[in-house]
């Protein structure tokens, strides 16, 4: 079956420090999505990358997908500590509307 | 957007016994679905719920163990049965908006004892 993974599992930066996560498919995605889920809290809906290549800017959230569809980042420029938590992408095979999420990338932001 | 609401927010349970976890939404959608989510961990997605249609089970999960009832398309319910402490997690429900967005309730944090 599908599989995504993610890396780095954990990431400590200090604030205002860039930070990017990975995440890469088993199969060919028709589109990947990236959630966000705070200490304590559920995930939230942060973007969706549907076309091969496509960059898409969030504030200082950049969402990439790569040319094959399998692989995508999310890189945050300058973080700041209201960025901490867990962020997860999940990707989407076919016609097939389950979700396969990676295991996330914990970030912590020192001040 | 949708606003979604689970009960109970927590529990703490005896093994053996059975549980029954409530997702409202404040709109009506057609696919709802039930997560699992080990503490410090990822999602694993138990069943999907749709209206009028029995609901559909991820490899791992049977509905024996997690019977899923989808009165209509504003509620849904998971029933965690004879616990054991394995199924210590918490549950979450979501539903998906725009054909790819899903909004997640805040969860059901469980806890067998």
């Known amino acids: 079956g599908q599989q995504v993974m993610q890396i780095p599992q954990y990431q400590h930066v200090q604030e205002g420090e860039d930070f990017t996560t990975y995440c890469n498919s088993s199969?060919?995605?028709?589109?990947i999505q990236w959630y966000k889920q705070r200490p304590g809290g559920h995930p939230v809906f942060l973007i969706q990358?549907?076309?091969?290549?496509e960059v898409k800017k969030q504030k200082r959230l950049t969402f990439q997908f790569g040319e094959a569809k399998k692989n995508s980042s999310l890189h945050i420029t300058a973080t700041q500590t209201t960025d901490v938590g867990t962020y997860f992408c999940a990707g989407q095979g076919g016609s097939n509307y389950k979700l396969t999420f990676g295991k996330g990338t914990l970030l912590t932001v020192n001040p | 957007s949708a606003v979604i609401s689970q009960k109970p927010s927590r529990d703490i349970c005896q093994r053996g016994t059975s549980l029954t976890i409530q997702c409202q939404v404040d709109s009506q959608v057609t696919m709802m679905f039930w997560y699992r989510q080990q503490p410090g961990q990822s999602l694993t997605l138990i069943a999907t719920?749709?209206?009028?249609?029995?609901?559909?089970?991820e490899s791992g999960f049977v509905i024996d163990k997690f019977p899923i009832s989808r009165p209509n398309l504003t509620f849904s319910t998971l029933t965690v049965s004879n616990m054991s402490p394995e199924d210590s997690s918490i549950y979450l429900c979501s539903v998906e908006f725009n054909s790819y967005e899903q909004y997640f309730g805040p969860g059901t944090r469980l806890t067998v004892t």
């Open positions: 990358l549907v076309k091969s290549g």
């Open positions: 199969t060919t995605l028709s589109n």
């Open positions: 719920a749709n209206q009028g249609s029995e609901a559909t089970y």
